[in-house]
């Protein structure tokens, strides 16, 4: 069964850091794009990174440019995704979601993580 | 990165038509064939029910079918149920190498 398991979310301070990771399982994680997406309480979707096969080329969503940074780990099968100077505004349940082939949609997806910043 | 434009609501008695827009630019829209749409169930995962504008995945319902016409790509589903009773959002690539979501649309039942 393909499966994508999160990780990592929690109650954070502002200011502060976080890992959040993604756990992938049935299927051949090192094929695949990979991307993260984030919903705020009550709110819409939004989607905040996406990570080549080889962990090359890594767009930002402008929102969390040089704060996020994603990466993967294709020998454990395993996204991440690194949470640093966090704002309220970044409190969200945060999925990962498996690219396709070619990278331009998303086709599955975990059930999410929930991040809160907040003093 | 500004979200694309989708209509707050949109509502329907069971088994007729309804057509969700989803509004942006050349940048995104309708400058490539990769408008893919979601349907959110509330505190679940989002689904892929449509992608590539007008292809629907193996076992989504034929009810569910896409279109796009310039900077404008549509969601329709006919024939309405009350599981399709949800929240649905498309989602362009777009020129600088990112992707935005549409602002969401709540589809109800009657």
């Known amino acids: 069964e393909v499966q994508l398991v999160e990780s990592g979310g929690d109650l954070v301070q502002p200011g502060g850091s976080l890992r959040l990771s993604c756990a992938a399982s049935g299927f051949t994680f090192s094929s695949y794009w990979m991307h993260w997406v984030r919903q705020p309480p009550g709110k819409g979707l939004e989607w905040v990174s996406r990570?080549?096969?080889?962990?090359?080329?890594?767009p930002y969503a402008d929102s969390v440019k040089g704060r996020f940074t994603i990466s993967r780990d294709n020998a454990k099968n395993t996204l991440y995704l690194q949470l640093n100077s966090l704002r309220a505004e970044d409190t969200a349940v945060y999925y990962c979601a498996r690219g396709d082939l070619d990278g331009y949609f998303m086709d599955v997806w975990g059930e999410g993580t929930t991040v809160t910043v907040s003093s | 990165q500004s979200a694309l434009t989708q209509p707050a609501s949109v509502s329907g008695s069971p088994g007729q038509s309804i057509t969700i827009s989803c509004t942006g630019t050349s940048s995104d829209v309708g400058g490539y064939n990769y408008v893919s749409w979601y349907q959110q169930h509330p505190g679940k995962a989002p689904k892929l029910v449509i992608y590539d504008v007008s292809n629907r995945p193996s076992g989504v319902s034929n009810r569910f079918s896409g279109s796009k016409s310039g900077n404008t790509a549509s969601l329709t589903i006919s024939g309405l149920q009350a599981e399709d009773e949800a929240d649905y959002y498309c989602?362009?690539?777009?020129?600088?190498?990112?992707?935005?979501f549409g602002t969401g649309t709540k589809v109800t039942v009657l």
């Open positions: 990570i080549y096969t080889d962990g090359s080329r890594t």
């Open positions: 989602i362009s690539y777009e020129s600088s190498s990112t992707y935005v």
